[in-house]
């Protein structure tokens, strides 16, 4: 199992070894599935398991990634929409801030809000700058953070965005379509934001084809999240 994940993302970038995610959201996925949905990710040449949601229903994630552990091979990765769904059943937690929001709560309130969990925990902590493109629809991230996303055509303040959070000490840049995109984030905001950090880039929101996803590499995204492909459908083969 990977010691230090943030370590195995950068070592990755620098060799151009694309890696994957799969997104489980606990809101949307019952424990009973677990069996078969880890089988399933078992089966795939994914490197991470992301556990989050903007819904998910106090306390339901210990006992989700408690459950998940002890069925997937996979180091499980928190990517939180609060801070009651930490958990230290996990491996790691992309501490996130949302940049291109303007919500002090999204910024700044609910990380303070999980220093009293995480001051005790084990999780390996990485700080993520975390970035909204408007992925062309009312997304669920979108209506918990109330904040509006950066449009597909600005690719000027989605650049500024991520370097600044890159000179803020952020150590992943995170664009973000949101959950179920029409639009995922475009090939020219993914190549000119990676042309411009020197961390590396995770993209996600409305993957949905092999295709998509080898654009997303190609135009630079070290690692790719998908969430609603894979829950989906059962023929799900990146
Ligand atoms: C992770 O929210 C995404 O960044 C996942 O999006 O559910 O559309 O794959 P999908």
Do not use: C
Not at 171 to 181: D, T, V
């Amino acid at each position: 199992m990977i010691k230090n994940i943030l370590k195995f993302i950068q070592e990755a970038a620098i060799k151009k070894e694309k890696l994957l995610a799969i997104l489980l959201d606990p809101d949307k996925t019952a424990l009973e599935e677990l069996p078969e949905i880890s089988s399933r990710i078992n089966n795939l040449n994914a490197n991470f398991i992301f556990v989050g949601g903007s819904f998910v229903e106090n306390g339901i994630t210990d006992l989700f990634v408690k459950t998940l552990k002890k069925l997937a091979n996979l180091p499980i990765v928190l990517f939180p929409g609060d801070f009651s769904q930490l958990t230290n059943h996990a491996n790691a937690l992309l501490f996130l801030s949302l940049l291109s929001g303007r919500n002090p709560e999204y910024l700044i309130e609910q990380q303070i809000k999980s220093v009293p969990f995480l001051k005790n925990s084990t999780l390996e902590i990485i700080p993520t700058g975390y970035i909204l493109i408007d992925g062309g629809t009312n997304s669920s991230v979108l209506k918990i953070s109330n904040t509006i996303p950066i449009p597909q055509e600005n690719i000027t303040l989605a650049v500024n965005t991520a370097v600044a959070g890159m000179y803020k000490g952020k150590q992943l840049i995170y664009l973000e379509a949101g959950s179920g995109a029409v639009n995922p984030v475009n090939g020219q905001i993914i190549a000119s934001v990676k042309q411009h950090i020197s961390i590396p880039l995770i993209v996600g929101g409305g993957i949905k084809t092999k295709k998509q996803l080898n654009d997303a590499y190609k135009n630079g995204a070290d690692l790719v999240v998908v969430g609603t492909a894979f829950e989906n459908t059962n023929t799900f083969k990146f």
